[in-house]
């Protein structure tokens, strides 16, 4: 048998890895640079899935191994057993729907039954009026009740993932708003809502639903408002809330996805904290979760190891990780702003806080 290289994350400052096992979405979501691919019909085959699972060693810095992307990994009939062989291998393992297909009791099943080490349900909004933005040929009550479905058979199933469902908002107030447009700064994605002001009752009824449909779950009005009114804009801050042990409801903060492409860059970088490393469909290694048609691949995993691409990049990698040197032109739009102006803003002020750590 032939011995495997293996990788290990940490030493190039990432600790979780997204394989994309194919390119395909069953939405089209306002906020996703999805739309934008060139490629939609990639797909990597079962050998190149396993060899990239078995060249990555499992380390406890590593948080864990996604298959996802930019694609809706449920479409992939594979993924299932692609889990299995994370898990068999030692590692946490995470799974991302937007739950569309939860309308099948038979993949709802196979996910319970599959048991990830994580379950995020990307549910984004969930407002009938705002549900349009993702794009869904379905009627929003039945995606609503799907996912009602789903958290009935994980507690029928007894299922141990930790399963969070992610709903969006920009964090920002009406007044801070107004100035970030008007400094030319990003104010968050226009097809998301504002503040937590404009999604808690969206919440509470949510929650109030899904209580009447699986009694098991507590509704408490009170205490939701409590939550969300001390919620942190910083995700991994957030213990969310918990409807029940290992099921909770999360705020995510928003920002325009499609950055890459429509931002003005600055001119010098700063260090990116990005923990991911991505995999896309096509076979080609991104340095981080935003890139969606392999601007910054570093190579291709079907032609190079995941270990040689790494060590060949590594000068790159540490460039990207520290700010240092002159970056591509990609990662400077990552940290500019949707104006020329905005970048101006973002480098003066950026120089007045380097001004004031000296």
């Known amino acids: 048998m032939e011995k495997i290289e293996k990788a290990k994350l940490s030493d190039f400052d990432y600790s979780i890895l997204q394989i994309e096992t194919q390119g395909v979405c069953n939405m089209k979501c306002e906020f996703c640079p999805y739309v934008l691919r060139k490629n939609k019909s990639a797909k990597l085959s079962d050998e190149e899935v396993y060899k990239l699972i078995d060249s990555i060693e499992p380390e406890e810095k590593m948080e864990y191994m996604c298959f996802s992307h930019f694609n809706e990994p449920l479409m992939d009939k594979r993924i299932f057993d692609f889990i299995a062989h994370a898990k068999k291998s030692g590692h946490r393992t995470l799974l991302i729907t937007n739950s569309l297909l939860f309308k099948s009791q038979e993949i709802i099943d196979k996910l319970i039954k599959a048991e990830p080490t994580y379950i995020k349900i990307s549910l984004q909004t969930i407002n009938e009026n705002t549900y349009k933005a993702r794009g869904a040929n379905h009627l929003f009550d039945d995606y609503r009740k799907n996912v009602y479905k789903f958290i009935k058979a994980a507690l029928d199933g007894n299922c141990k993932s930790e399963i969070t469902m992610d709903v969006a908002c920009n964090f920002l107030t009406g007044k801070k708003r107004l100035l970030k447009k008007m400094a030319g ?40 408002t ?130 004031r750590k000296k």
Do not use: W
């Not at 968050?188 to 809502?193: A, R």
């Not at 509470?204 to 009005?221: C, H, M, Q, T, V």
């Not at 040689?308 to 990207?320: E, Q, T, V």
């Open 226 to 355: 409590k939550i969300l009114s001390n919620a942190s804009p910083d995700y991994l801050d957030q213990t969310g809330i918990m409807i029940v042990d290992n099921i909770s409801i999360k705020i995510k903060k928003f920002f325009f996805g499609r950055r890459l492409s429509k931002f003005h860059p600055v001119k010098n970088s700063i260090p990116c904290q990005t923990r991911i490393l991505g995999i896309l469909a096509d076979g080609n290694v991104v340095p981080c979760c935003l890139d969606y048609d392999g601007a910054l691949a570093l190579g291709n995993i079907k032609n190079e190891s995941i270990c040689s691409i790494l060590d060949r990049n590594r000068k790159f990698l540490s460039a990207i990780k520290t700010g240092s040197g002159s970056l591509p032109e990609t990662c400077r739009r990552c940290q500019g702003a949707p104006t020329k102006i905005g970048t101006h803003v973002l480098e003066i002020a950026r120089h007045v806080r380097k001004l």
């Open 185 to 224: 700064l990003e104010y968050g994605d226009p097809s998301m809502p504002i503040s937590i002001d404009d999604i808690k009752p969206d919440i509470i009824e949510f929650i109030r639903k899904l209580s009447d449909f699986e009694p098991r779950i507590k509704f408490d009005a009170q205490e939701i």
